[in-house]
């Protein structure tokens, strides 16, 4: 089974054994909708979770898995990645791509030049951004927006950008 990782669980809240969770998808009422089946990335293996409950609470997900009663019970899983099994997940229209689908693309220019390797993709308030690794090495936060991303390519791995002077 191919996973998709969609959150960090980055500690418990509360005594009733509540989760920390920080989103990493655009998906995030589906995905974390109650009733929804995650998958919990462990160090000895995957365990198969539930959500009975969610709320948000100062940026982050406060997350209460279904027979959970106290934080004992999740006290291993701090530290852990949420995921979704890759097969389960609806289609995109033409054109929109998940997160997981752009990472690793190498990103070159119009004219072929490379300008790094898309390391991951970011939510943000206004709009997606492509955090690029640069050939340097250095890192370059990009606006994932028509007037820049001109192509996507996942047959070659590529994504072709146009950028304007000083983008990177």
Do not use: W
């Amino acid at each position: 089974m191919k996973k998709m990782i969609i959150g960090k669980i980055v500690n418990t809240f509360g005594i009733r054994g509540e989760l920390k969770v920080v989103p990493d998808t655009d998906f995030i009422e589906e995905r974390f909708a109650p009733g929804q089946t995650l998958i919990v990335c462990l160090p000895e293996g995957e365990a198969e979770v539930t959500i009975a409950s969610v709320k948000e609470h100062k940026g982050l997900l406060l997350v209460l898995l279904e027979g959970v009663t106290n934080i004992n019970q999740v006290e291993h899983f701090k530290g852990c990645e949420l995921a979704v099994d890759q097969d389960a997940l609806p289609p995109l229209a033409e054109g929109e791509y998940y997160f997981f689908q752009l990472k690793g693309l190498k990103a070159i220019d119009p004219q072929g030049n490379e300008l790094g390797t898309v390391v991951r993709m970011e939510a943000s308030a206004a709009q997606n951004l492509i955090r690029l690794k640069k050939p340097d090495g250095k890192q370059a936060l990009i606006p994932y927006i028509d007037v820049f991303v001109k192509q996507v390519d996942l047959q070659a791995k590529t994504i072709t950008l146009d950028l304007i002077e000083g983008l990177l």
